[in-house]
């Protein structure tokens, strides 16, 4: 299911959230997971059509992950590679990079 970005339900604002609040079912909620055209196939994040450059540089931002997670794999023990496993979640200093990133080449 993508949707549009006008296709959305409307979404409350949250700021002045109550428990009654929290417990009614607010459509909009579950489709803003669902807009965006482009969904990265490592990660799942969603992309619409105006993000497409947003796009490019995520799937960017992925590669050059990966290239230097090669790099430390060939410079590391065997042992030490059975240990690692991949992680579930990019860290903050990661998704920090990776926005600082982003907003650089958008000012090109």
């Known amino acids: 299911h993508n949707f ?6 409307p979404v409350p604002s949250l700021v002045d959230a109550n ?8 459509v909009g909620i579950a489709q803003q ?3 965006g055209k482009f969904q990265c196939r ?4 969603r992309f619409t059509a105006k ?6 540089f995520h799937l960017d ?12 794999s060939t410079t590391t023990s065997a042992a030490a590679l059975l240990q690692r496993s991949r992680n579930w979640y990019s860290s903050v200093q990661e ?14």
């Not at 993000?51 to 490019?56: C, E, G, I, S």
């Open 33 to 35: 997971l669902y807009i």
């Open 61 to 72: 931002w992925h590669y050059l992950e990966n290239k230097q997670e090669k790099h430390l």
């Open 95 to 108: 998704w920090t990079i990776y926005e600082e990133n982003i907003e650089e080449q958008l000012r090109w």
């Open 42 to 45: 490592l990660c799942g994040l």
């Open 19 to 26: 428990i009654n609040m929290l417990r009614k079912k607010y």
């Open 4 to 9: 549009d970005e006008e296709n959305v339900a």
């Open 51 to 56: 993000q497409k450059h947003h796009y490019t």
